[in-house]
């Protein structure tokens, strides 16, 4: 089930920004999405950048305000460059991972200002915490369509960071009938050996030796190359082909 992550683009002035802004969002798993009062009217341009993205195009929200978009939200962040007394400034990485974390609280809001003056004041007094991507200050600004395809991109990160991982499948296990053949196979290749000689011993011997292979629950992969290896080894020691 998708979060309920909630993009708010204020006064979009560009058609072309919203297509690309909805096929950033898809691509990213991003679907809800509010305009207010958008100021670009006709969308056929937004239509040919939003590729294989028209629904998520045709599906944006609309509101008369900051205020009405946000309405039933638990935390809205900004996204401004301002420095704000009581507000925290956070890079879209870390905004990113606590929206997730608060969107199991209920509905969270990422705020756009226009492409030309941002966000006014009194929309950042309404945001709880700002963002702001670290850009160069030869280039500060970023076009709204690239700083929503910046924060779709982290929140999908931070989405499938999110996500509980199952575990790998366990390889195969030896049976017990295949630890005993590898057991009756060390046993031969220590007789041929000469290390096994008293018959008492030699099971106590045998026991201490297997019992680290029991414990390390071997898998049936190597509980054939031990097999392998230690017929190998027996026939060898059987037919005096290991010298000193």
């Not at 809800?32 to 590729?51: G, I, K, S």
Request: neutral net charge; glycine residues 6%; charged residues 25%.
């Amino acid at each position: 089930m998708p979060l309920p992550i909630r993009l708010v683009l204020l006064r979009p002035r560009n058609a072309e920004n919203l297509g690309a802004a909805a096929r950033a969002m898809k691509n990213c798993g991003l679907s809800e999405w509010t305009w207010v009062h958008p100021e670009a009217e006709d969308l056929a341009p937004a239509r040919r950048l939003a590729v294989h993205a028209e629904d998520v195009l045709e599906a944006a929200g609309r509101a008369d305000s900051l205020e009405a978009a946000v309405a039933d939200c638990v935390w809205v962040v900004g996204t401004s460059s301002r420095k704000v007394e009581g507000k925290r400034r956070l890079s879209p990485r870390a905004v990113a991972e606590e929206l997730v974390q608060r969107a199991s609280q209920g509905p969270v809001a990422l705020v756009f200002g226009d492409e030309r003056s941002g966000l006014t004041n009194a929309e950042v007094e309404r945001c709880h915490d700002l963002s702001a991507v670290p850009t160069a200050p030869e280039q500060p600004s970023i076009n709204l369509a690239q700083a929503v395809l910046l924060y779709s991109y982290e929140l999908r990160i931070a989405s499938l960071a999110s996500e509980p991982h199952p575990p790998p499948p366990l390889p195969v296990a030896a049976t017990d009938s295949e630890l005993s053949l590898v057991e009756s196979a060390l046993e031969q290749a220590l007789v041929s050996g000469g290390f096994l000689v008293d018959e008492h011993q030699g099971r106590t011997g045998l026991r201490d030796l297997f019992a680290p292979l029991r414990r390390s629950r071997l898998t049936r992969k190597e509980a054939k190359l031990w097999l392998a290896a230690l017929h190998t080894l027996a026939k060898r020691l059987r037919s005096g082909g290991l010298g000193r």
